[in-house]
């Protein structure tokens, strides 16, 4: 019975956007500031398979596999507000998801997701220590493809809101730690699967750690660790005692090829999943223009 409610209930609302409303996931160095006036252009292109639902810590369906296919584009600009430097964001997503195995059932799917709307405020920048900090706004706007009827979606028919704050902090001449902590609130869903039911979801909170290490002037490995708590799901004010606690580990080989190209490859899994799928492999290139 645990495992039925999770493909059926916690799959439209954890699936849709799988790989996708993750955008707090950040990489290392996204929180030392480019100079005023820079503008980049990114392209991230994200693979992930996900294996077994998992239910109280406990693979309760071997064979139901999810798979996501995801491209998001980006643009960040740079600007000064009071002496302090401040971005300004706009991530869109567009994207795949198909169900295999006994979640077969859930589909496929093609469309874009939500747009998402960010901005960071630098309130300590010291380049010659190497020590930032600052406080990141998101807003997630449900422009993405949704259908009730539909088992999986891109979009999620629902305002999201989270904030971020992060500490980059060079410890050593070729090594920089980061700390990452955000917490999310969630509208609410209220056209959820054929019957139009009420999904409502408390709020969740992601811890994310970067040890980072630099080889040369044009390559930089690095590592991150990262736990996502909280985000219970209720479906017309039932509890569905699924509450988010995944552990996630993702490596990560940065090579500038030019003052205005960067590449960046990434493969991660996850470790530990209480609830939900458990992602096997997730295999990530984010290509980098400078304007």
């Known amino acids: 019975m645990r495992s039925s409610v999770m493909i059926g209930a916690m799959l439209i609302g954890a699936a849709m956007g799988h790989g996708v409303a993750s955008a707090q996931a950040i990489d290392a160095g996204d929180y030392v500031p480019a100079p005023d006036g820079t503008q980049l252009g990114l392209l991230y292109l994200q693979y992930a398979n996900a294996k077994g639902i998992y239910a109280d810590g406990r693979n309760v369906d071997p064979d139901a596999e999810l798979e996501s296919a995801v491209a998001i584009a980006r643009y960040v600009g740079f600007t000064k507000v009071g002496g302090m430097t401040l971005d300004y964001q706009v991530l869109q997503p567009v994207g795949y998801l198909r169900g295999h195995g006994s979640a077969a059932a859930l589909g496929e799917t093609t469309g874009f997701g939500d747009t998402i709307l960010v901005s960071t405020l630098w309130l300590h920048e010291d380049a010659e220590s190497g020590t930032y900090f600052g406080v990141t706004p998101y807003v997630f706007v449900p422009t993405g493809d949704y259908r009730a009827d ?142």
């Open 150 to 291: 539909r088992p999986l979606n891109l979009g999620e028919n629902r305002w999201k809101g989270s904030i971020q704050a992060v500490v980059s902090k060079k410890v050593a001449p070729k090594t920089i730690l980061e700390l990452s902590g955000d917490a999310m609130v969630f509208g609410v869903n209220d056209d959820l699967g054929a019957a139009s039911q009420r999904l409502t979801q408390k709020p969740m909170y992601r811890v994310q750690g970067f040890a980072r290490y630099l080889l040369d002037d044009k390559n930089e490995l690095n590592a991150r660790l990262m736990y996502v708590g909280g985000g219970e799901q209720r479906i017309d004010g039932i509890e569905q005692n699924n509450p988010i606690a995944t552990t996630s580990i993702l490596g990560t080989w940065r090579h500038t090829i030019s003052p205005k190209w960067q590449l960046m490859t990434q493969l991660g899994t996850d470790l530990d999943v209480q609830n939900g799928f458990k992602e096997g492999a997730r295999v990530q290139l984010r290509i980098l223009r400078v304007f």
